[in-house]
């Protein structure tokens, strides 16, 4: 044994020894640190923005948030109302509960329907820009007036309502601003109407001086979003007549939250109670019950102060940490507990009987928190801030949990009540398992280790036809209203899904360049008339829309003007019509000084990657399009998160190698060997492999959760080779025969090997019980890469040791055996 390895194991054995002598000194010293790190759980804060997924310093994010500050917020609720729509009284129920929606709801920016979209009626040099339904109608002819007005209306006929009129939508935009006490709002359309007081089209006219936005005014938050909808809930529960449904990024955000976290307390508790009763099953002591559970608790409360203490807040994918350390954590207090029971039914006393665990364990425990820890922290390469934060805190929580194994078991072990063991039959069943198991290893190792070979040429085969998604909309249970109402939605409206492409001139009334407009009337007729079988724009709107509708108004009301104007000054001369008239409408599709405009497209919800290589496509187009005109970016929250998935992705694939490579080290270092340290990643790269190459069969695709099994598998499955190769370099070292050591490492090892795999198995299946799909395969896929991982270490690992050392002297004659 190297001497560094031997001075950690004395190191180990001397503290312990000292704690077991002063464990109530110990305990006072721990519940002191426990109480004072404790303090700061009182501001925890949770923190549901998705957009805060990416760090405010990326490109991705800074479009995001600049075109929110200019335009509002591009992601809408659709609220879909059933029904016949041309009739009196479905317009009368309808108006009725548009007008509570305006009033009664808080945090609403803008309610745009059938009855209020734009209408505009013109005049030989007048314009007027009306609601489409300017009264309630009384008679069928108003009935019909108001069908020609929805034809005659873009964003009616194409995204308010269908063809059949048996459905319609309105969309609410929440607020972009907590506006807090102030009634304010600088986007108002007073505010607006004071901008255009003077001539706009000046050219010395500085528009965006007279509106100004509070740099420290905060967005509103997600918080302030769900108790709108709540409260939207509520009001929409006295219209059932309407049947309505709704949709859209920000009622998808908030169930898939609540879904996520009401569960999590659920897996949390159910975690708990099977690692209880798997230690009291396999210790039949109280003490070892309660000794590690506190230990991995205290481990976890400690994890979570410490996220507090550094600033950071618990955002979705946080709320698996609890679960995931409660899980990863309790193996190292199961090897040392082995040990120590296994030592007190020999007839040792509690301190001797601790201290030779210790010697035995520490080491590999040790280096078995750090291979962990070392896989999890590869994930802070990620720029998806809350993969980041869950690789770096779930590490420090592995390593705390690691200091408190070897501190406070010991102290709790003196204090707490211990029943002798006088009967073995459970234990040595267990053993008397492993000794043939380590048998059958032995003689039929080059048979099972052909089959992985075979196992993971094959998974390998299906790895390469893996695809990447992220579909909030599969996560969610299939019973969740939310489901059917976007599926409606999409079928029979428009869409649930909005894209912004903004235009940036970088010159006052740059927008209103007649030679910019005919370019962008091009392109969004080419997107309209988009055949992708794939991807299919439902509707779009733009100032285009607006100045054609004015040009008809304005030219006898005919089809045929249902164009551009063909000259700069017409131009002008109807934008400034329409500004007098609904300045508030153009405020949603320009800047204050018409530098900057946007297009809004309307799409049906899909899987976000599926989206990614169209909103790529839609950019380089819009760059190619106006490379002399504007700077053309695409965003939204569609584009936002689209981007969040594919930077995981190939964080993702980097944090793989980072992880392999760390680790690979960490064995190299261990065993002493960079040829055995290779060799022993292989039976913890085979189960990954498997399972991995299981999800294609089982149509798992690589989503946010899943992605991360091979990082967290490859950390936690390098623990049993750990243990099981440091028992059996232990053999050798008393000079045991290659054979008989490999039975030392079945017998030292195989017991806790097996016990740790069930609360590790048991730890993550409990998200079978998820209605969360997403949930419910991660869970799949590391619970059976554990139970893959302990086969393999039982397997393929003692057929690598046995050829690496096939050369290994066999032990003189004159050699003692020591246990």
Sequence with gaps: MTQWKHQLEQFFATLSGRIMLHPKLTLLCFVTILIGFGQFLRFVEIDPELENFIDP????RQEYTHAKEVFGRNDMVMLALRGDVLSIDFLDRMSELQSRIDTELPYINEVTSILNAPYQRGTDDTLEVLDLVESLPQTDADLQQIDRRLQESSLASEVLTNDERSMTLVMIEPATYDYGESETDPFSNDAFDDVFADD?????????????????LPFLSQFQTMEMLAELDTLLSEYPDLSPLQA???VMNVELEGTMKSEMLFFLRLTVALIVLTLLAFFRQVGAVIAPMVAVLSALLLTMSLLVISGHKIQIPLVLLPSFLLAITI?????????FYRRIRDGDDRLLAMQHAIQRTAVPMLLTSLTTAGGLLSLVIADVVPIRNLGLFAAVGVMLAFVLT???????IMLLPMRRQSGTRHTSKLAGIMEKLGTVSWQHGG?????WLLAGLLSLSQIVQLRFSHDPLNWMPDDLPIVDATQVIDRELSGTMTLDVIFETGQENGVKDLTFLQTLATWQDELDSRSDNDIQIRGSSSLIDILRESNRALNGGTQAQYRLPDTQQAVNEELFLFETSAADTLNQLVDADYSQTRMTLVLPWKDLLVYSDFIDDIAEQGQTRFAQQADVSVTGMMAL??????????????????????ISIMMMLLLGSVRLGLLAMIPNIAPIVVVMGAMKPLGIELDMLTILVATIAIGIAVDNTVHFTHHFRHG??????VQAAMQDAFAGAGQALFTTCIVLTAGFYVFLFSDVHSIFNLGFLCGTAFILAMISNFTLTPFLLRWFYRNHPAPTASSTPAH
Excluded: R
């Design 331 to 339: 193996g190292d207090a199961v090897h040392l507990l082995t040990h």
């Design 200 to 216: 706009p089209f000046a050219a010395d006219t500085d528009a965006s001086a007279d509106i100004a936005i509070d740099d420290d």
């Design 641 to 662: 998160m689209g981007g969040t998935m594919i930077k995981l992705v190939y964080d993702t694939a980097g944090s793989y190698l980072l992880a392999a490579g760390i």
């Design 732 to 737: 050798l070292d008393l000079g045991h025969s």
């Design 57 to 60: 310093s990326t490109q991705l």
């Design 447 to 451: 048979k099972v280790a052909l089959l």
């Design 248 to 250: 859209g990024m920000p």
């Design 406 to 412: 070897m501190t406070l078991i010991p102290a709790l």
